[in-house]
């Protein structure tokens, strides 16, 4: 048996065992079209790495060994936004940061440096803030439905977030952080909707520049919109 049929064989079995719930060896087989004997070799080394679980009757699951490989999976949208984020990062030389909505917060899942300027931006991954702030958060905001509650509090905030709407984007300066100015637009992803935001974020004294990446901020976030939209099965995608 080769080596790349062998894993081929393995991840068959484990997708199988994630759609079915539980299997025992000669479901396995009958569903997957291969022998017994090859399944029971997956089996054995899949649950001596913790990756499937035995259970009653002879039946076996996926395991917690699976736990710790998709922990350190990176957001969904980060694999797809990677070439749209080395794009702006090349055209604008000004750090990039993908943010994506969790709850009332942003979070920065993903990050690009810019080019080695005596100043630079540092952004951590994972870093937290709520929606309501920063242009990342905002450019996410005004394109959901919670919008509405929060305008309600705040009448500022509301002509803001119906800036945005009308824009397409958005700045900030020193919302954050002291003397940082933000650029970012929002991504939609069609029926999907608002996904994240992309952001370009450069120290106030380079704020005159950031203009002049506007165009290409709005075009990688359409075609990063339009390209996760498709992947989840939908068309269209962009910002208004």
């Known amino acids: 048996m080769e080596t790349a049929q062998t894993a081929d064989y393995a991840l068959r079995v484990l997708i199988e065992l994630e759609n079915h719930d539980s299997r025992t060896i000669a479901e396995l087989s009958d569903s997957l079209d291969i022998s017994r004997s090859v399944v029971q070799r997956m089996i054995t080394t899949l ?24 922990s350190n999976l990176p957001h ?3 694999i797809v936004a990677r070439p749209y984020m080395r794009e702006l ?3 604008s030389r000004e750090m990039v940061a993908l943010t994506v909505p969790d709850g009332d917060e942003a979070v920065i899942v993903a990050r690009r440096k810019g080019s080695n300027w005596p100043l630079r931006v540092e952004y951590e991954i994972g870093f937290r803030h709520p929606l309501s702030l920063g242009g990342d958060g905002l450019a996410i905001l005004a394109f959901q439905e919670r919008s509405e509650e929060a305008e309600q509090l705040s009448p500022h905030l509301a002509e803001v977030l119906a800036d945005v709407r009308q824009r397409g984007y958005v ?3 020193g919302e954050l952080r002291e003397h940082l100015v933000c650029l970012a637009a929002p ?10 935001s992309l952001a370009i974020v450069v120290p106030s004294e380079r704020a005159e520049q950031l203009n002049n990446s506007l165009d290409e901020l ?8 339009a390209e996760y939209a498709q992947a989840h099965g939908h068309s269209g995608g962009g910002n208004s």
């Open 76 to 78: 969904e949208l980060v």
């Open 89 to 91: 990062t090349t055209s």
């Open 218 to 225: 709005l075009l990688q976030t359409t075609r990063l919109g």
């Open 187 to 196: 991504i939609l992803a069609g029926p999907l909707g608002v996904v994240g």
């Open 171 to 173: 700045s900030t300066s």
């Open 47 to 70: 649950h001596g790495r913790a990756m499937v679980v035995k259970r009653d009757e002879g039946r076996y699951s996926l395991g917690p060994g699976l736990i710790g490989l998709g």
